[in-house]
């Protein structure tokens, strides 16, 4: 069973950054994505991407934004977020993908980090 954990999130005003980091306790060889989910909100996924990196998706609200990143050497998926809107908060959570680009796995998923940003 692979354990994602993911950090980085925290308080932010608008138009300022966060790094969120996704580390695996072990490689995976999946699609992974990041998604979020805002208080009374489903889930929607924010970013994906392949095994080795070279394809990327973003959902329309974050393009631009943010990029996701993976480090296959150290088990871990990245998300840069700049820009930050206020609509941007919302827990946080990495999982491994069963489908491109947005189909979750059901088992491999983090305990989610929360971001706040400030108006």
């Known amino acids: 069973q692979v354990q994602l954990v993911e950090s980085g999130g925290g308080l932010v005003q608008a138009g300022g950054s966060l790094r969120l980091s996704c580390a695996a306790s072990?490689?995976?060889?999946?699609?992974m994505a990041w998604f979020r989910q805002a208080p009374g909100k489903e889930r929607d996924l924010v970013a994906s991407?392949?095994?080795?990196?070279?394809?990327?998706y973003y959902a329309d609200s974050v393009k631009g934004r943010f990029t996701i990143s993976r480090d296959n050497a150290e088990n871990t998926v990245y998300l840069q977020m700049n820009s930050l809107k206020p609509q941007d908060t919302a827990v946080y959570y990495c999982?491994?993908?069963?489908?491109?680009?947005?189909?979750?796995?059901?088992?491999?998923w983090g305990q989610g980090t929360q971001v706040t940003v400030s108006s």
């Open positions: 991407i392949t095994s080795n990196g070279g394809n990327t």
């Open positions: 999982a491994a993908l069963n489908s491109w680009p947005d189909v979750p796995r059901l088992d491999y």
């Open positions: 072990r490689r995976i060889s999946y699609a």
